[in-house]
């Protein structure tokens, strides 16, 4: 299967042209978003690219960020920090320079997370979850309509409330 360097991803000129894009905050336990990606990127044969916006929310983290750093070299990620104080106007334009088709992140914080602003932005985009223990949910539009109204804090508990 043909390999893309890092210079082709970063310049779009991948053998995949569409990449799985990991969204992650400088926690050391987003290294399971990151190996939830190459699962992704692997089905769907696209490239992984890993991008973390620093901004106030999260307490500055340098060791947790460079483990995140090898997680993602160790798993073929191309590991990109940006700065804002409004991490929504740096992740938007990352999706459509690398034409994500698939996006993973944690779990929504928060009913007003930025999550939900980019799932209804963008629904030509496959976006997943990934839970405290690394289980993959793909969001649909029923389920993104569910974490806005409640925030849970778990896709287990969101389904099981689905159904109940």
Not at 5 to 17: E, K, Q
Not at 26 to 47: P, V
Not at 57 to 85: C, D, R, T, W
Not at 97 to 114: F, H, R
Request: charge should be positive.
């Amino acid at each position: 299967m043909p390999k893309s360097t890092t210079n082709d991803i970063i310049n779009t000129n991948s053998v995949f042209p569409e990449k799985t894009i990991v969204l992650v905050t400088n926690q050391f336990n987003c290294e399971r978003i990151i190996r939830a990606g190459r699962r992704i990127a692997d089905i769907s044969k696209t490239d992984l690219l890993v991008l973390n916006v620093q901004d106030s929310h999260y307490a500055p983290n340098p060791q947790a960020l460079q483990h995140l750093f090898n997680v993602s070299k160790e798993n073929g990620a191309i590991m990109q920090v940006s700065y804002s104080k409004n991490p929504e106007k740096a992740i938007i334009p990352f999706i459509k320079k690398y034409k994500a088709q698939n996006v993973l992140t944690g779990m929504p914080s928060s009913k007003s997370s930025v999550l939900q602003k980019l799932w209804n932005k963008f629904m030509h985009i496959r976006f997943f979850v990934v839970d405290p223990d690394g289980i993959i949910q793909e969001v649909s539009s029923h389920q993104a309509e569910f974490f806005e109204s409640t925030a849970a804090s778990t896709v287990g508990q969101a389904l099981n409330q689905q159904k109940g």
